[in-house]
Each structure stands twice: as structure tokens, then as C-alpha cells.
């Protein structure tokens, strides 16, 4: 990253600081301003140290951070494989910090394709009743609805398209990362994991078409 001061910037304002007067050599080879380069390393050093952090300061970019960043929003989880890659749980990583789960499907959806799912729907259901015609229409189940008990109304069903790879990334994946990974595991833990207490929350893969 740049933008901070070299070496020679840092020896340039060591000698600044040194009183004024012809007594002090100026030549680059002197014992004085090879002492002085000596520290302006140094200061170079944490300089870049320093500009390097503010990368750090992004979940997206962390590389020396990145397990910190891990450990504040509780990752690994107990859905990551052990074998799990660098990319896998930086986009879990990213997935936990913009989506913490709730009680919008949206909520759901975006977390699902956080973790490579497209084209993921979340179908909702009630409970089936019997009731009378209204000004409304008719409002309880009719010929053909599924008969449903209580316990529908607080249920979900996420259903996830099958058949995705995730293939290793350059510059995101590290040594000892598989190639490619496939598996459904990782995004039905996380999902349940994101569910709060009170839903039931189901799990289903829409069937590729032949």
C-alpha cells in the first residue's frame, strides 16, 4: 500500500532535526548519516506497518487480522468443515457481519447467496382452517391444499438450487485449499444456525429441469 514515508524521507527529517551548523557532514557514506539511515529503516518499517493495518481494518481484505475477525463474530461455527478454505470462511465471514438471519425471507435468501446460491426460494405456509365465505373471498383451505396443523405458521422452507461448486479463487485461497468443494452441509447448518428459536426451518433443493 502506498502513501507513507521511505527511508529516505525519514533520514531526510532526522537531519532536520540535528542543530544547525556546517560542523555536521553531509555525505551520503558518513558515519552520521549511515546511523541515521539505520533508524529511517526502522521508522520506514512500522510506517508501512502502519498503512498496512488500515487493510486490515476490512473483514474483505483482512490477511494477518483475519482470524481476530473471525473470533469477534464467533467463526469458525460448528457448520464449518475442518477442511474448510480461506475463501469459504471469509464469505461466511462476510455473510455473518451483513446478515445475521431474522424474519424476513429476504434475510434468508441474501444469506444463502452469500455462500453461492442463486436462485433461492423461501416458501411460506398457513394453517389449514375451515372457515365461511367473507366479503373478501373465501379465506380457509380449499379442495386440494395441504392440511396443515398450527405448527405451519411457523414454518419455512428454504429451497436451494443443487448442483453448487465453489472453485478456488486466486489471491483467496491458501495453501492446502481444495481446488474445488461441493456440498449442500455448510449452507443447511448456516441457515439453521441463522433461524431464531421459534421458526421451523426447512430445507429443500429445486430439481434441475432435463
Do not use: K
Request: with cysteine; proline share 5%.
Amino acid at each position: 500500500m502506498g502513501g507513507g514515508l521511505t527511508a529516505d524521507d525519514y533520514r531526510g527529517l532526522l537531519f532536520s532535526l540535528l542543530p544547525p551548523g556546517v560542523v555536521w557532514p553531509t555525505e551520503p557514506d558518513s558515519t552520521l548519516h549511515r546511523l541515521q539511515l539505520g533508524q529511517a529503516q526502522e521508522f520506514a518499517r512500522v510506517d508501512e506497518r502502519g498503512q498496512a493495518l488500515l487493510v486490515e481494518s476490512d473483514p474483505r481484505q483482512a490477511l494477518y487480522l483475519f482470524e481476530e475477525w473471525e473470533a469477534s463474530y464467533g467463526l469458525p461455527s460448528r457448520c464449518a468443515p475442518a477442511d474448510q478454505s480461506r475463501a469459504d470462511r471469509r464469505v461466511a465471514l462476510i455473510g455473518r457481519i451483513v446478515g445475521r438471519g431474522g424474519m424476513r425471507a429476504v434475510d434468508y435468501i441474501e444469506l444463502a447467496e452469500g455462500l453461492g446460491y442463486a436462485g433461492v426460494e423461501v416458501l411460506e405456509f398457513r394453517e389449514a382452517t375451515v372457515e365461511v365465505d367473507t366479503p373478501t373471498g373465501h379465506t380457509g383451505a380449499v379442495i386440494g391444499d395441504d392440511i396443515n396443523g398450527e405448527d405451519w405458521e411457523l414454518t419455512w422452507r428454504v429451497m436451494l438450487p443443487s448442483g453448487v461448486v465453489r472453485e478456488s479463487v486466486i489471491d483467496e485461497s491458501q495453501i492446502g485449499d481444495p481446488l474445488r468443494s461441493w456440498g449442500d452441509d455448510l449452507v443447511e447448518c448456516v441457515l439453521r444456525e441463522a433461524a431464531p428459536s421459534w421458526l421451523i426451518l426447512q430445507v429443500g433443493y429445486i430439481e434441475e429441469e432435463e
